[in-house]
């Protein structure tokens, strides 16, 4: 079989397969009346209600259903989401999130993401920790579209939100564990433990380690590369001194201190000429400007740099006070966030000693929320304040020995590296409000505004340091780069502040019951930033305008029959000030990190998500998005025209989808599920480089589940990737040192996984 017809035929086999176990065990077994579905909760809307009265588009997934997908970390939802995918600048540790693709691709430090990333009601801002692992967790929800209103600026994609599993009072001692082991040695305990401290208190304790084995063979060292070593933990305490105050402490940390995953290296260059290669594929023959070229073996490559790793150090507190008076709860959550981050690369993965990259990240934020929300009511209403402050210490630096003579346009001597440093302080003041009004028993209208004050003060250096003129560049460290003889050097402090108000209006109309129509229009907003990377002139480092979006949305939420959840979503999106991250060669030749602003990119599409239970043994789900991306009017600075290109990592097409079958037996009860996903074509670069792309391809995983008849044992084995697809998962730009770079998939994994939990 063909790759193509491999991809387009490996999801309907998998669905086959569990359809055709259902045909067999139903000879056997009689079925159950279909019960009602499942009543999905959301808090969206920092309240708590069904997902089917939400006039949001919402994913939402519950802690049991995320461990039947054998979600650990927050890349795998891209697989379980309608329009949301992601590019792994660093793989695990900070995945790029787009939502209807809108995202970002800057893999700086200091980089703003577009998707919020929450932890509870914590918004985390470092992309550094939104790779976080997802363990004793009670509900995960990805919202689409700008959410602003309730949830602050950068949020002008949407947002994930990860929902802890909160102590509980006077249950008792309740404990929850597991033990996954696979291939490549895989080894992964995660154990959950809650308890009554006293009267009216509770704690809970949790942790999940996880440790792996390199897939992707080194033949220049002799090692396998890209291990996993991660750990993380939480702890809480819940205080419930009266019926109407609660007071919820939690304290949280990891460390993700593996390897980085293994790159391939797309050599540029004909070797016979000199010239652009006319097909570069790793294994055509183009080479890099030193004569390396990577094989076709997508998962073998020679890379120099032995001890190429990430190291992510995450800590954070939290508390937050719910006080229910007669009129309104108020709400405070005080948090506190801190992580560290290192990663040292080899660019240029080869076994030519040609590059390193060093990066290095301190962010420090606190934050301050102050909440009013009303009881339900015809007039419901959520009023609030909102402080953030963020200390964020980075430094780049690219040590380059290998570079001779007249090996870039414009260098006449040898180059010794690239550096950058940088400190920079955000500080963010934002009042918002939202009204909900029960018009009719049918109508509701939403009105919503937020406003934000927001400050940022940067101090910022960058160079590029000849080696002819200084012979001891100190990088990181060094701030008094104006003594010193540098080919080009930036070295500024500026401080900038933004204005904006984000809101949002909604019209919800009840047809029946059970079927709800929405149309909404919504402002989203995301502050302006600086370039971070190392950079070659000053104009370039220039901060660059905020972002806004204004969004037109129409829904419906249905359920049929009590067996049938089908949610639709139709949107618009008109883009303007897009900050766009752009990888290109600058006046010296050497490339230049550029995060600017793209004039306009419009954006529209559709999502479907489908829940169908036909008998109480039965469930099977679908999900299905269709994006279309455009830059309307884009110029770089550095002159090129991109009007009318695609945005990177925007697929047009994504479907996802799952079967389950349980059969009850008199010694258990067995769950045989199939599921998997599709993605159309995608690119990774905003020039829309096709050797910087994915093709469509498809995902499929199985696994079956036995639980005993109390309930408190299961044994899951599971597969994923069944088919050991080929895949990439990001790429770079770097075509002004004569190649480009993939970051590759996971290969086929398999294994089992053992349960225990008490009621």
Request: net charge negative; charged share 20%; aromatic share 10%.
């Amino acid at each position: 079989m063909n790759p193509i017809a491999k991809r387009q035929a490996t999801l309907g086999i998998a669905l086959g397969v569990a359809a055709a176990l259902h045909a067999v065990v139903a000879q056997d077994a009689p079925a159950s009346a279909a019960g009602p579905l499942e009543e999905i909760t959301v808090t969206a809307t920092r309240r708590s209600e069904s997902l089917q009265s939400v006039p949001i588009s919402i994913t939402a997934m519950t802690g049991d259903a995320l461990d039947d997908a054998g979600v650990t970390q927050t890349r795998d939802l891209v697989g379980l989401t309608p329009n949301l995918s992601q590019q792994g600048s660093f793989a695990r540790t900070s995945p790029s999130f787009f939502i209807r693709g809108i995202g970002s691709t800057q893999f700086n430090p200091n980089a703003n993401s577009k998707v919020g990333v929450y932890l509870d009601d914590v918004y985390l801002s470092s992309p550094a920790v939104h790779g976080s692992q997802i363990f004793d967790v009670a509900s995960v929800e990805i919202a689409r579209g700008p959410q602003g209103t309730l949830f602050g600026q950068n949020t002008t994609a949407g947002l994930v939100r990860i929902i802890t599993t909160r102590p509980e009072v006077d249950r008792g001692f309740n404990v929850s564990a597991s033990l996954t082991a696979g291939n490549y040695n895989q080894l992964d305990p995660e154990v959950a433990i809650g308890f009554d401290t006293g009267s009216r208190s509770a704690a809970r304790i949790s942790f999940l380690q996880q440790s792996r084995d390199g897939f992707q063979r080194n033949k220049f060292l002799g090692t396998d590369d890209g291990e996993v070593d991660a750990f993380g933990w939480r702890g809480q305490w819940l205080w419930q001194p009266s019926d109407e105050v609660d007071l919820l402490l939690r304290v949280h940390g990891s460390r993700d201190q593996g390897q980085l995953p293994p790159y391939k290296q797309v050599g540029l260059v004909d070797p016979a000429t000199f010239e652009p290669c006319a097909t570069p594929r790793p294994g055509s023959g183009c080479t890099d400007f030193f004569g390396y070229a990577d094989t076709a073996n997508f998962h073998e490559g020679q890379w120099d740099v032995r001890d190429q790793f990430t190291d992510v150090e995450a800590m954070g507190a939290n508390v937050t006070i719910d006080w229910r008076l007669p009129a309104f709860t108020l709400t405070s959550v005080t948090a506190y966030e801190e992580n560290e981050s290192r990663v040292h690369e080899d660019p240029d993965a080869s076994p030519n000693y040609v590059m390193t990259g060093n990066y290095h990240g301190e962010p420090r934020q606190t934050s301050q929320e102050f909440r009013l929300t009303s009881p339900e009511a015809k007039l419901s209403w959520i009023a609030g304040a909102y402080y953030f402050h963020e200390t964020n210490d980075t430094s780049v630096g690219f040590p380059i020995p290998g570079f001779g003579p007249g090996a870039l346009s414009g260098m006449t001597d040898v180059l010794e590296g690239l550096g950058q440093i940088s400190s920079m302080e955000t500080d963010s003041y934002a009042l918002f409000g939202n009204v909900d009004f029960a018009a009719t028993d049918k109508i509701k209208l939403t009105l919503g505004l937020r406003y934000t004050h927001e400050t940022k003060d940067v101090d910022y250096a960058a160079w590029l340091a000849d080696v002819t003129d200084v012979t001891n560049a100190t990088f990181f460290t060094d701030r008094s780069i104006t003594d010193r003889a540098f080919f080009q050097t930036i070295d500024f402090q500026e401080k900038k502040s933004w204005d904006d108000i984000s809101g949002r209006a909604s019209l919800a109309y009840s047809f029946t019951e059970d079927v709800l129509g929405y149309a909404t229009i919504s402002r989203g907003f995301n502050s302006g930033n600086y370039n971070g990377g190392a950079l070659s002139d000053q104009a370039e480092a220039a901060l660059v305008d905020p972002e806004t979006l204004l969004s037109y949305e129409l829904g419906l939420k249905s359920e049929l029959g009590g067996h049938l959840r089908l949610n639709l979503s139709a949107f618009y999106y008109d883009f303007t000030d897009q900050q766009v991250f752009v990888l290109a060669s600058g006046d010296s030749g050497v490339p230049v990190q550029q995060l600017s602003n793209a004039a306009a990119s419009t954006l529209y599409g559709l999502e479907m998500e489908a829940v169908w239970q036909p008998v109480e043994e039965l469930v099977v789900q679908l999900g299905a998005g269709y994006t279309h991306s455009e830059f309307d009017e884009f110029e770089t600075p550095l002159g090129e025209d991109l009007s009318g290109g695609t945005l990177p990592s925007a697929p047009e097409t994504n479907v996802n989808a799952m079967v389950a079958y349980t059969i009850p037996s008199s010694i258990g009860a067995w769950v045989l599920e199939a599921d998997g996903k599709y993605q159309s074509k995608q690119y990774f670069s905003v020039n829309n480089d096709p050797i910087l792309s994915q093709g469509a391809y498809t995902i499929a995983n199985a696994h079956v589940e036995w639980t005993a008849p109390n309930e408190h044992v299961a044994v899951t084995a599971w597969v994923r990737n069944l088919a050991d697809e080929e895949y990439l998962v990001s790429a770079f730009d770097l075509a002004s040192f004569g190649w480009n770079q993939w970051v590759v998939g996971e290969p086929r994994t398999y294994g089992v996984t053992l349960e225990y939990h008490t009621h």
